[in-house]
């Protein structure tokens, strides 16, 4: 049977969409370009990390198959073999709201969801054999700042938008 990998959003999202689509058009238009600006900063993080192969605390590679890859692809470096997952990390609309990952439609070669091998490696596979590399949830809290960071980013997008386009702005804590 074939497992599927499902992302579920958590928090008032369902709040974010109304309000969203009831602001008006030249402030929706900044709420959803401060969405976009901080996916593609975390889309560029997330890129960084898989060329450098900088994250501490991954799985190696075993000497068997790291040879098998140098054989292959000319590299050992991880997830990396063929640049299809590098290249399907994106940050997209969806909706009145940005995401940043792989989309579900995109698959490698044989058949496989990239976005489910990324969620086999991110989330520890109870499947033998599977290697834990946390990329994703590691750019989040290390380099934005987790949802707070996130939340801070957006705010600041959006704040410094409504300055330039005249707007009286004061601050509000969360």
Do not use: C
Request: hydrophobic letters at 40%; proline letters at 5%; glycine letters at 8%.
């Amino acid at each position: 049977m074939a497992k599927t990998v499902q992302i579920k959003l958590f928090g008032p999202w369902n709040r974010v969409k109304n309000l969203l689509n009831n602001l008006a058009p030249n402030l929706r238009e900044i709420a959803i370009s401060s969405q976009r600006s901080v996916a593609e900063k975390f889309v560029r993080r997330v890129k960084a990390h898989l060329k450098n192969q900088d994250i501490p605390g991954w799985t190696p590679l075993s000497n068997r198959y790291a040879d098998y890859k140098m054989g292959k692809f000319g590299t050992e470096d991880i997830l990396i073999a063929t640049w299809e997952y590098y290249d399907n990390i994106k940050a997209w609309r969806e909706g009145g709201l940005y995401q940043a990952g792989v989309p579900r439609s995109v698959s490698y070669k044989n058949g496989v969801e990239i976005a489910r091998v990324a969620h086999i490696h991110e989330l520890w596979s109870t499947m033998p054999g599977r290697p834990h590399r946390p990329l994703w949830n590691y750019t989040l809290k290390e380099d934005m700042g987790g949802l707070q960071g996130i939340k801070q980013m957006v705010n600041q997008i959006i704040k410094q938008k409504l300055i330039l386009k005249g707007y009286p702005v004061r601050s509000i804590r969360f």
